[in-house]
């Protein structure tokens, strides 16, 4: 069975710092992998998404994330944090198989603090 | 870009009575949808997985007859809650894979606000 861990509820950064979101995951095979982000009342925006190829993925608004095999991690990055990017970060795995669903971590909630 | 949209996006109703929430796929043929339930903080959770022209696998604790899905054709599917009481409160959203997309991606609806007094 393939599941996604998010180990941290929150991550709060000052805007301007650095900021990571943190995931590992345990699939068969190689994986797809995905963020997403969610503001309140809102669905599910996609950031970005590792298929194949460099293993530094960059995406929507200044984000990237890394996929390290060895560690099964693929976790998201910005170099500078904004307030506005204060959200509900989700990542997710899929198996390469056609049938294979999307499996969600527990979510992280991000607080950017002026 | 991919695009799948709700409706509606918010709707309030009496505990007893039914309601519908439709999913569609704008511009890609989808033969397969998602449905998942979102509690307040809470990641997603899924519901059932529904293809077109065929009934709905539901998840396990998931009750069939109470959330019924339809997905009649490649671009929309119907979640209905019957008799919708307190505890179906929740933040339900749609997912559409992409089947002629070259990695079966999915996308997601902007979600459906239900409140049921």
């Known amino acids: 069975a393939q599941s996604v861990a998010q180990p941290e509820d929150q991550v709060n950064v000052a805007e301007g710092n650095p900021l990571t979101v943190k995931c590992t995951y345990s699939?068969?095979?190689?994986?797809?992998l995905f963020w997403y982000v969610q503001y309140p009342n809102r669905g599910l925006q996609f950031l970005l998404k590792?298929?194949?190829?460099?293993?530094l993925v960059k995406g929507s608004y200044g984000f990237e994330a890394e996929f390290n095999k060895s560690q099964t991690s693929f976790h998201l990055k910005k170099p500078s944090a904004l307030v506005s990017d204060s959200a509900l970060y989700f990542c997710?795995?899929?198996?390469?198989?056609?049938?294979?669903?999307?499996?969600f971590g527990g979510g992280t909630r991000l607080m950017v603090k002026p | 870009g991919a695009v799948v949209s709700q409706h509606p996006s918010r709707v309030i109703c009496k505990s007893g009575t039914s309601v519908k929430i439709e999913c569609r796929s704008l511009?890609?043929?989808?033969?397969?949808m998602f449905w998942y339930r979102q509690f307040p903080k809470q990641s997603l959770m899924l519901m059932a997985t529904?293809?077109?022209?065929?009934?709905?696998?539901?998840e396990q604790g998931v009750e069939k007859d109470k959330f019924l899905i339809n997905h009649a054709s490649l671009t929309l599917s119907t979640l209905t809650v019957t008799s919708a009481h307190p505890e179906d409160s929740s933040f339900y959203i749609c997912?559409?894979?992409?089947?002629?997309?070259?990695?079966?991606?999915?996308?997601f609806g902007p979600g459906t606000r239900l409140t049921v007094l």
């Open positions: 997912s559409a894979r992409d089947a002629l997309g070259a990695y079966n991606e999915q996308f």
């Open positions: 699939v068969s095979g190689n994986p797809y």
């Open positions: 590792y298929i194949t190829g460099d293993n």
């Open positions: 997710a795995v899929r198996g390469r198989n056609a049938g294979n669903m999307l499996t």
């Open positions: 511009d890609f043929q989808a033969t397969t």
């Open positions: 529904s293809n077109e022209g065929s009934k709905a696998t539901y």
